[in-house]
């Protein structure tokens, strides 16, 4: 069964920050690109990061390039996504993604919530 468990989520203050993990079973992780996305209230889906099967090659969003770095540790099963100063417009509900070319699997996300 193919599971993708995202952690690490929570009500942080602007400036702060949190590191969200993706716990990744069922699949051969190390074959798949991993992606972190967001949804924010009442906003479509958008792509944050995203990091190649070997991690060698990684991609940011314009909003949060130089404050959030995505990495993996293919030895765990794990993603992870280091926010840094962190501001509001940050809030959002921050979902796991697993692609191939055969297959695409989410997680069921992780709230994250910036404010004062």
């Known amino acids: 069964q193919v599971q993708l468990v995202e952690s690490g989520g929570g009500l942080v203050q602007p400036g702060g920050s949190l590191r969200l993990s993706c716990a990744a079973s069922g699949f051969d992780f190390s074959t798949y690109a991993m992606r972190w996305h967001r949804q924010a209230p009442g906003k479509v889906r958008e792509l944050v990061a995203a990091?190649?099967?070997?991690?060698?090659?990684?991609n940011y969003a314009r909003s949060v390039k130089g404050r959030f770095t995505i990495s993996r540790d293919n030895s765990k099963n794990t993603m992870y996504l280091q926010m840094n100063s962190l501001s509001p417009e940050d809030t959002a509900v921050y979902y796991c993604?697993?692609?191939?070319?055969?297959?695409?699997?989410w997680g069921q996300g992780t709230q994250v919530t910036v404010s004062s």
């Open positions: 990091i190649t099967n070997a991690g060698g090659f990684t």
């Open positions: 993604n697993a692609r191939s070319a055969i297959a695409e699997y």
